[in-house]
């Protein structure tokens, strides 16, 4: 036979593939390697930054190689259109698949020889049995060609979004030994990479590991310290007013930016926030300023979603900025998102990583923001340990993440691309060519913290106080922040928690007492909460009378 016309994993086969195919001139360093092992047969594990590219690392080994790929993934995939665009014969079965669709990609698999080369499922689907029957026809005929895990730290329970469907996955090495495993994660620590391949069984002896580095050198790194009393929306608000002047007066960037016909306005950003509520009203708020901003949050119908992410993909006008809760995440793929700002403190480090990793996928400039304080970290603390109380399992491995994250938001001292990889187990110091708050500017950003923040000491001694008084527990407060003015009146609103005599609780909860005081000294703040304490001691608790909401 002629050469060349054989089938073959050749690397003439792979760069041509690359270029028909996936309209891409080049691999990105490392990818060309990922996927001549995958060819090979090996069973793989690949650890990049976010955008590094691994969906192609299973992709165009699926599009070479005889078979179907099974592509489990925790996320509704974006992928498909984009892959049926490029003539790749992509399907999805899901919750929200049509019924007319799961019955022709079943169709298909029942064959035993199917058309479809990547078929992306998830993990909940692996685990119905008809699926599972299906997958026994293909194999029969070997045309079983490779099993992809994506985010495969959903496996772990030492990861962040542990999810125990994902547990399941181990059926496929126990079902078909021989089939090639691939998983790929942005977000694993060297726990949980060793949890990953022991749960799916991966073959030490065939398995190939791939650990790139976690440093996004272009997203620039930047911590603003706040506290409760401060409303951070004019300080963001500030800063986009300042990029979309810095644009419009820069004649150079406005002609090349009319020449490309786009608009002066269109940064594109997500903003993320915790509640569901702050979408809508931040939205709301930064619309009422003149900019297009739109909420994405899973409360929302699923047509006001697709249209928000499609006109948004679009750089459409009034759907410049997202503003979202961890719904919007992700797999989100759009090149130009020049910013992305935590609102709040995210749940967890790798959140931060994965949210943070959506912006500059273009390789340029792009800033991630979070806003920190310490109330909120009080309040991540709180939610940790309630969901502790309801359901205990990741916890350790959560608290961990929190507390690490924490750690990030509060050390002024190091760069944070640095403290980045450094959780996620890389030994190397990362490239930081002034891209984060630390390397810009080390003295503003401590004196940034000692004045934004609310005061430890304040902390430590309300929470001495309340122990004092044995029955009081500080749920949530305004406190005043270290930079706070000793002779300015200074609202203050204190959520309590009161133990009752014999231990029990009212209404499945502890007393609750709202306390608003006004202060201008600080002995006074406090010889106003320990008056408040004694008001409580006296009044007849014992009743278990609730007097949630007093206000003193
Ligand atoms: N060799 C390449 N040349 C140019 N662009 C590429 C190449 N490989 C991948 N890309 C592009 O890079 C972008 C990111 O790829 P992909 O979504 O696979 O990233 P990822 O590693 O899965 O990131 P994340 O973990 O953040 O989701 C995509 O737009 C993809 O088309």
């Given at each position: 036979?002629p ?8 690397c003439v086969?792979?760069?041509?593939t ?6 891409k001139t080049a ?8 996927i001549v ?7 793989v594990f690949?650890q990049?930054?976010?955008s590094?590219?691994k969906s192609l ?6 599009v070479i190689?005889?078979?179907?790929t ?6 509704l ?9 490029a003539?790749?014969?992509?399907g999805?079965?899901?919750g ?13 698999l ?5 058309l479809t080369r990547?078929l992306y ?9 008809s699926f599972?029957r ?5 194999h029969?005929?070997r045309?079983?060609a490779?099993i992809?895990v994506?985010e495969a730290?959903?496996?772990?329970e030492?990861g ?5 469907s994902?547990k ?9 030994p ?5 998983c790929?994660?942005?977000t694993?620590?060297?726990q949980?990479r060793q ?5 799916l069984?991966?073959?030490?002896a065939?398995?190939k590991?791939f650990t ?5 050198k272009?997203?620039h790194y930047?911590?603003?310290?706040k506290?409760?009393?401060e409303?951070h929306?004019?300080?963001f608000?500030?800063w ?12 150079e960037r406005r002609s090349?930016l ?8 269109n940064?594109?950003?997500?903003i ?13 708020r ?5 900019i297009?901003a ?16 499609q ?9 410049d ?5 961890t719904?919007f995440?992700?797999g989100i793929?759009?090149?130009n998102v020049?910013f992305v ?9 790798e959140g931060?990583?994965q ?5 500059g996928r273009?390789g ?10 310490r109330?909120?970290?009080?309040r991540?603390y709180n939610?940790l340990?309630?969901d ?7 916890m ?11 750690k ?5 001292g190091?760069?944070?691309?640095c403290?980045i990889?450094?959780y996620?187990?890389?030994?190397g ?5 002034y891209?984060c708050?630390?390397h ?5 950003l ?11 000491d304040?902390?430590?001694e309300?929470?001495?106080l309340?122990s ?6 500080r749920t ?8 706070a003015k000793a002779?300015t009146?200074?609202?203050?609103r204190?959520?309590?928690?009161y133990?009752t005599d ?8 502890h007393?609750?007492v ?5 202060f ?13 304490f004694?008001?409580i ?15 003193f």
């Open positions: 036979m050469p060349g016309l054989s089938r073959s994993n050749s086969d792979i760069d041509f690359l270029r028909r195919k996936f309209k691999f990105r360093p490392l990818q060309r390697d990922v092992a995958a060819l090979e047969g090996n069973d690949v990049a930054a976010t590094f590219g690392c299973f992709q165009l080994p699926a190689d005889h078979g179907i099974i592509v489990i993934s925790p996320l995939s974006l992928m498909v259109n984009a892959l049926r665009a003539d790749i014969d992509a999805t079965i899901n929200k698949t049509p019924y007319e669709e799961k019955q022709r990609l079943l169709q298909d029942a064959t035993g020889h199917p990547l499922v998830t993990p909940e689907q692996c685990a119905t049995e599972r299906h997958l026994r026809v293909v029969k005929q045309e079983l490779r992809a994506d730290h959903c496996i772990s030492w962040h979004d542990f999810r125990p994902f399941q996955l181990k059926w496929f090495r126990e079902n078909f021989d089939v090639p495993i691939i790929l994660t942005a694993a620590t060297p949980v949890d990953v391949i022991s749960t069984g991966l073959s030490e065939n398995l590991v790139m580095t976690t440093s996004r272009n997203l930047e911590v603003r310290f506290s409760d009393e409303d929306y004019e300080d608000r500030m986009l007013g300042g990029v979309h002047k810095r644009r419009a007066e820069d004649s090349e009319e020449r490309r016909n786009q608009r002066l306005d940064v594109s950003g997500i993320y926030t915790l509640f569901r509520s702050d979408c809508e009203t931040l939205a709301a930064l619309r009422a300023d003149g297009g739109k909420p994405y949050h899973a409360g929302l119908p699923n047509d006001e979603k697709n249209e928000t992410l006109r948004w993909v679009n750089n459409d006008k009034g759907y900025v997202i503003v979202a809760t719904a995440g992700m793929d759009k090149e020049r700002v935590h609102w709040q403190v995210p749940k967890s480090f931060f990583y949210e943070a990793g959506r912006a273009d340029k400039s792009s800033l991630c923001i979070m806003y920190y304080s109330e909120d970290r009080d991540a939610r340990s309630k502790a109380k309801e359901n205990n399992s990741n350790e491995a959560r608290l961990k993440s929190l507390q690490a994250l924490i990030y938001c509060e050390d002024t190091t760069c944070r691309h403290m990889c450094s996620f187990g890389e030994k110091v990362p490239e930081c060519d891209a708050d630390w810009k500017d080390p003295t503003g401590r004196k940034a913290k000692e004045s934004g923040l609310q005061s430890e304040w902390n430590m309300f929470a001495d309340c004092a008084f044995g029955r009081m527990t949530s407060s305004t406190m005043p922040a270290n930079g002779n009146k200074i609202p203050m204190v959520a309590l928690s133990k014999d231990n029990t609780t009212v209404n499945g909860a007393e609750v709202m306390v608003d005081l006004e201008d000294h600080r002995d006074d703040f406090f010889g106003a909460i320990k008056q408040t004694r008001a001691e006296k009044s007849d608790m014992d009743s278990h009378s609730n007097i949630g909401n007093r206000v």
